[in-house]
């Protein structure tokens, strides 16, 4: 069973950055499509942004033009620039497969003050 080490999050200002990582402990190069997903409290999972195992990305309207995933298949690492932040991006993030084929790491939180 694969698992997945979300990390790099933290506290910051509106307008900031942050870049997470996620470590898988074995190969994601047969998995074709890799994902970040977001968990605000009270609301469900949803998914951010995609990447093909070819470098295509796709995001969804709130982030997009903010955010930037990529991954690098040699370290089993996919990652999310976040820059200007916003509140509405406070969340627990997770990254799996699309769709979801591995079980859940235990996400790292972002936390955006106005």
């Known amino acids: 069973q694969v698992q997945l080490v979300e990390s790099g999050g933290g506290l910051v200002q509106a307008g900031g950055s942050l870049r997470l990582s996620c470590a898988a402990s074995?190969?994601?190069?047969?998995?074709?499509?890799m994902a970040w997903y977001r968990q605000a409290p009270g609301t469900q999972r949803e998914l951010v942004a995609t990447?093909?195992?070819?470098?295509?990305?796709d995001y969804v309207a709130s982030v997009k033009g903010r955010f930037t995933i990529s991954r690098d298949n040699a370290k089993n690492t996919v990652y999310l620039q976040m820059n200007r932040l916003e509140p509405e991006d406070t969340a627990v993030y997770y990254c799996?497969?699309?769709?979801?084929?591995?079980?859940w790491g235990q996400g790292t939180q972002v936390t955006v003050s106005s």
């Open positions: 074995r190969s994601i190069n047969s998995i074709n499509l």
């Open positions: 799996n497969s699309r769709p979801v084929l591995m079980s």
């Open positions: 990447i093909t195992s070819g470098g295509s990305t």
